[in-house]
């Protein structure tokens, strides 16, 4: 294919244009790298939960959200791999692990290139299963037992019916959210043979080079449970997926080809699917971009690859996958004999999308002029000068969102798996709880999750997600341990001291303000008074209140301006902890280092209420959890009042009613039930009646405030 060398001075300019265009939308190598950190992060921080929880499953993202290839208003998933490593895949008898599940990779004769089956294995000798041992074990249609593909599927649609969740599937992904694609896969360490002549094919170019050439094959790949479209044994297949190569290849990439790969994306978003659409369900996906991008990334020139030739390497992307419908196959770039076309376009629809893709290139990419996504179009057209000044205010307000977004994100996801850790705690003494967190907090810290080493950056992740859910078991510790202390009028020792010291950094508020309530329960009021202040020192209107109960839905809140301002800096870490301030959670066991009044929260249920909660909620309805900030103002209100400082109790009040009146109060009926329960202190009784009722028309179940009306009423 002929490379692009147009020379033209419009082609010059509007590359140019263009690149200002994607920056606008925040398309740089600071931002990506932003992105690829907040998600990278979070997947870091799932796979050591699910550690520390006892389970053999890593996590991984892939596509747009964690390569970078994203804008705002693009749209994307946020796709998720569940690596299941109990599982030991075969890809020979050599490879058979004793006291493991061993499943052995068959290339049956129905397989198309790249897809397998999994033949199940016994766990004490390297021999076939004879029997199935459970519904997914089934004999195939020449006797051997196989592993079903659907598995992921039937749990997945189960899980949603019995927690009246929704259910999405996507391909192989079946989820309960939206937001997430999750497939479940195993990994396999060696590569099978379709990707052999990949390693091994002459080059041109100086891409991709011999060390990443290697690191890939040590990579691995995995099988994801994705028959062929076409085979009639589909749920006896499994698809090979070379994804963290995938992954490895676009990490290495400049910002010019992310701004190329990108600019694909909203062509194929906007403009191609659109038209494509009218005959019928077929679509250019995001991987038939990025292979695109790959192969020129192979095959131009580094010389090519300039901001002034943006516009030559997006129409040779144009002109590959053009060629492509023309011989009825999208290649894959890493596996051999695959057409990426197959379930996705048939031959009338590759009709189509070529006559559309001829369009696009004889009109020198004139429709990225009507892309509407992010006003990718209205950018483009500016003049030149409307543009240095529209431009600068525009990019500095979506960088700034954009940053804003990704550091709740980061923060969100990092303690939003806590609960899920805390679970186990539920039917457990006082005594029992502190051994358990002691025994997680001890043991856990000796292990690591196996990484390639070509995944260095994520060892560094996995200690600091490591450090930070320690350091939150280490926060219910201290604080249960204490609880047990003041229930039985015993010393506070030096040990439960150091645990509550160890957390405190966790965030702005949540530690400190559990050490303020305990010292309160303890009658310490004026050292309560002082761990007060500090919080109130450090809470400062450029913190962000964030919450771990999936109550807050990072993907839609708005940061508080001053918050986002402070993190567009020029780090990529956007997940600094030290100005957030996460809910503050007691658990049963912590209950005599919480004031009476949020006992209540942990017995909120009336009747059938527990059948009323969704799958998060169940976890954490029994215990107390209280927006920080609202807590600190309560907390103030009770300490001033037994310390005689009537007119810092009132300022407390009014702090608590403004906060009220906030829009990011996560946990609203908790906050309307301790201002309710200071018009009770105030002898305002009735008005705090009131605004139980009120709050109790507004969340009727699992509301401690049913509670608080039948309290009130007895009286009454």
Not at 61 to 87: A, Q, W
Request: include cysteine.
């Amino acid at each position: 294919m002929a490379v692009y060398t147009s020379g033209w001075l419009f082609y010059d300019v509007m590359s140019l244009r263009l690149i200002a265009a994607l920056e606008d939308l925040g398309v740089t190598k600071l931002m990506v790298g932003r992105r690829r950190h907040a998600f990278l992060l979070d997947e870091s921080a799932w796979s050591v939960a699910s550690q520390i929880w006892g389970k053999e499953i890593v996590y991984y993202h892939f596509g747009s959200m964690t390569e970078g290839t994203t804008t705002p208003r693009m749209g994307s998933d946020i796709d998720t791999l569940e690596c299941d490593n109990r599982v030991n895949i075969m890809s020979g008898w050599p490879d058979w692990k004793r006291g493991r599940r061993n499943l052995l990779m068959v290339k049956h004769v129905t397989c198309s290139p790249q897809h397998f089956r999994l033949q199940e294995i016994r766990v004490d000798l390297p021999l076939p299963l004879t029997h199935p041992f459970d519904e997914f074990s089934v004999i195939g249609e020449d006797g051997i037992i196989y592993r079903n593909n659907k598995e992921s599927e039937n749990f997945t649609r189960r899980f949603a019916a019995e927690h009246n969740r929704p259910y999405f599937q996507a391909g192989p992904s079946h989820s309960i959210s939206e937001i997430y694609d999750i497939v479940s896969a195993y990994r396999c360490s060696q590569l099978p043979t379709e990707c052999d002549s990949w390693f091994n094919r002459p080059r041109s170019g100086n891409w991709p080079t011999l060390e990443m050439l290697q690191a890939a094959r040590e990579l691995g790949c995995f099988l994801v449970p994705d028959g062929h479209c076409d085979s009639d044994f589909s749920s006896l297949e499994w698809r090979v997926s070379p994804s963290l190569i995938e992954r490895h290849l676009m990490f290495s990439m400049e910002i010019i080809h992310i701004q190329c790969y990108v600019t694909l994306k909203l062509l194929k978003k906007d403009i191609i699917n659109p038209h494509l659409n009218k005959n019928g369900n077929g679509k250019l996906t995001s991987f038939h971009c990025k292979t695109a991008l790959f192969y020129a990334r192979e095959q131009l020139l580094p010389e090519m690859w300039t901001a002034d030739r943006l516009f030559d390497c997006v129409l040779f992307c144009l002109n590959l996958i053009r060629d492509w419908t023309i011989n009825g196959h999208s290649p894959h770039y890493i596996m051999d004999d695959v057409n990426l076309f197959d379930g996705k376009l048939n031959s009338e629809q590759r009709t189509s999308l070529r006559s559309i893709l001829d369009v696009i290139i004889d009109t020198h990419l004139a429709p990225l002029a009507f892309v509407k996504a992010d006003n990718l179009g209205e950018r483009l057209l500016h003049n030149v000068y409307t543009v240095a000044i529209w431009d600068m205010t525009s990019r500095r307000a979506v960088h700034q969102n954009v940053v804003g977004f990704l550091s709740v994100y980061g923060n969100e996801r990092r303690m939003v798996y806590l609960p899920t850790i805390m679970s186990k705690t539920a039917v457990k003494t006082p005594d029992e709880c502190c051994l358990y967190l002691h025994t997680l907090i001890t043991e856990i810290p000796l292990h690591q999750i196996h990484r390639h080493r070509s995944e260095h950056a994520l060892y560094r992740l996995d200690a600091e997600n490591r450090y930070y859910l320690i350091s939150s078991l280490k926060q219910h510790l201290a604080s249960t341990a204490a609880s047990i202390c003041l229930q039985h009028g015993m010393h506070i020792g030096s040990r439960i001291w150091s645990w509550y010291s160890a957390a405190i950094d966790t965030d702005v508020a949540s530690t400190r303000l559990k050490l303020a309530s305990m010292l309160y329960c303890k009658g310490e009021l004026q050292m309560t008074a002082e761990v007060l202040e500090d919080v109130e020192r450090r809470y400062d209107n450029s913190v962000q209140a964030i919450c771990g109960c999936s109550r807050m839905k990072p993907l839609d809140i708005k940061p508080c301006e001053s918050f986002s301002e402070l993190m567009n800096e020029g780090d990529t870490d956007v997940a600094s902890t030290n100005k957030v301030a996460y809910c503050v959670r007691f658990l049963r066991q912590e209950a005599y280092c919480a004031p009476p009044i949020l006992h209540y929260e942990m017995v909120r249920a009336v009747g059938d209420d527990i059948q009323h909660r969704d799958f998060p909620e169940n976890i954490w309805m029994d215990w107390a959890v209280v927006d920080s900030r609202a807590f600190l103002y309560y907390l103030q209100y009770l300490t001033y009042g037994g310390l005689g400082l009537r007119h810092r109790q009132r300022q407390a009040y009014r702090s608590l009613v403004d906060r009220i009146e906030q829009d990011q109060v996560f946990h609203l009926e908790t906050t309307g039930n301790l201002f309710a329960h200071c018009l009770e202190l105030e002898g305002r009784i009735n008005d705090a009646l009131d605004l139980y009722i009120d709050l109790q028309t507004v969340e009727p179940r699992n509301n401690a405030a049913n509670w608080h009306i039948r309290r009130l009423t007895s009286f009454l």
